[in-house]
């Protein structure tokens, strides 16, 4: 079944993905990488790169990151949807670590007077986000609430009553962020411990 399930991914998303690459240029040839790697400004780099597909991330320099991590988040979770599980749930778990960094920094720039999305990783953009800037969610209860109809609720077991007890704001939401990331990774442990075999010997490397 696994392999059926490999199959159909590399037919549906790989494949056609690297022919995409391949016919629209996006590989460079060895003479342009070691001119690539010789740019020493934003303007050398936007002229070698005027006449290939790369142009389109080149507006300004700042918004480079930015469209590379919209490009990522959009491969990504158009191979999420052609997945069934367990490797749904893996991927779910990867972009989850991206939600709970970008809560906090949703949160803390509320708290403090500002809210920007731009600067949230695409890999963890969810529609709640949208809610928690236009309400300006960012206190510890409003933010537990929240939590609780978001896809992180499953992190949400084991929290202290007196979350919002003797902390200000920004101290809270760094507890709660803190809190989080220690349930998700707890939790993408037992996930990979149950799925067993080289998946759980690999990633208990990485995952320590």
């Known amino acids: 079944t696994s392999n059926i399930v490999w199959f159909k991914v590399c037919q549906t998303f790989f494949i056609p993905k690297l022919i995409s690459y391949i016919s629209g240029s996006y590989l460079l040839s060895k003479s342009q990488f070691r001119q ?3 740019c020493s400004s934003f303007a050398a780099l936007s002229s070698l790169l005027s006449r290939t597909p790369y142009v389109k991330y080149l507006s300004s320099e700042s918004q480079i990151p930015l469209k590379c991590k919209e490009d990522l988040a959009n491969d990504f979770f158009t191979l999420r949807k052609k997945t069934v599980q367990p490797l749904t749930l893996f991927l779910d778990l990867i972009s989850h670590s ?22 949230c990783h695409a890999l963890g953009y969810f529609q709640g986000l949208d809610l928690l ?26 929290f202290p009553a007196q979350l919002s007890e003797g902390y200000s704001d920004i101290n809270a939401i760094k507890f709660l962020r803190a809190l989080l990331l220690k349930n998700h990774l707890e939790y993408f442990s037992q996930f990979i411990s149950r799925i067993g075999g080289n998946t759980a010997r690999n990633l208990s490397l990485i995952h320590i």
């Open 133 to 158: 800037r236009s309400q300006h969610i960012y206190k510890i209860s409003e933010l537990t609430t929240f939590l609780q109809s978001s896809p992180l609720k499953i992190y949400m077991g084991n």
């Open 98 to 119: 991206y939600m709970i960094n970008n809560i906090y920094i949703l949160a803390s720039e509320l708290a403090t007077g500002g809210a920007e999305l731009n600067k």
């Open 36 to 38: 690539l790697l010789e």
